[in-house]
């Protein structure tokens, strides 16, 4: 895939939206932020909710006080349909329990783009729903796919949600070894809600949700 444009976010009338960071090298310094968190020894991370088919890490975030969450399980699809139901786009909405609106802002290239997007309140609506503004990139990674994100301080905001900060975070997909219709999904994340949230709701809800994320993401697949 290439290497998105550089420049700036520009609405279809031409009119300037947001001053942005070169998106070429946003893409590049994500891209390698990502690999950097998938290099991590096994003994930095600890079990946070392990399922039949899915386990959840942590480890405190380096970016804000708070955690990064590593996911990881198995996906039964190749790993274009898995990436293309991750990625922006519009089969995200058809199965993302916790998303309840996505907007593509601008496109730079085709595998890259500003979104934004908004979620449900969890936890009984002791977290709020949210709005997000997320750079987002999609590139090669070996024999399959990293789909990468971070948000951006975009101005517009809307008073009915708090915004909320994605730090670097992003989704590995490859296909299994001995099995190549089968793909093995890593998921990094590192979402400050901000707002009134003790922290430790934000870190059991997190780590609930990015399991809910697999069993919604392959029920999808399986309609599909």
């Not at 998105?4 to 976010?9: H, N, T």
């Not at 300037?16 to 960071?21: G, T």
């Not at 003994?43 to 804000?64: I, L, N, Y």
């Not at 190749?78 to 907007?103: A, E, Y």
């Amino acid at each position: 895939m290439a290497e998105p444009a550089s420049g700036r976010v520009w609405t279809s009338q031409g009119k300037q939206m947001e001053d942005l960071p070169d998106a070429a090298v946003l893409a590049t310094r994500l891209k390698n932020t990502l690999i950097q968190y998938h290099s991590l020894e096994d003994d930095k991370w600890r079990v946070a909710k392990k399922m039949k088919d899915v386990t959840v890490w942590r480890k405190p975030s380096e970016e804000f006080n708070g955690y990064l969450f590593k996911a990881q399980g198995v996906i039964d699809d190749v790993v274009n349909s898995v990436i293309d139901h991750i990625r922006p786009g519009p089969c995200r909405l058809d199965w993302d329990s916790l998303m309840t609106s996505l907007d593509i802002l601008e496109y730079f290239e085709e595998n890259c783009c500003v979104m934004r997007y908004t979620t449900a309140g969890q936890l009984w609506n002791i977290i709020s729903p949210r709005e997000f503004v997320d750079f987002s990139y999609t590139v090669d990674y070996k024999e399959g796919l990293l789909s990468c994100g971070i948000s951006l301080d975009w101005s517009e905001k809307r008073s009915e949600f708090v915004r909320g900060y994605n730090h670097p975070c992003g989704w590995f997909c490859v296909p299994l070894k001995d099995s190549p219709n089968r793909s093995l999904l890593t998921g990094y994340i590192q979402t400050d809600l901000r707002g009134m949230i003790p922290q430790s709701a934000v870190d059991t809800a997190m780590a609930s949700t990015l399991i809910n994320f697999y069993g919604d993401l392959q029920k999808a697949l399986q309609k599909a």
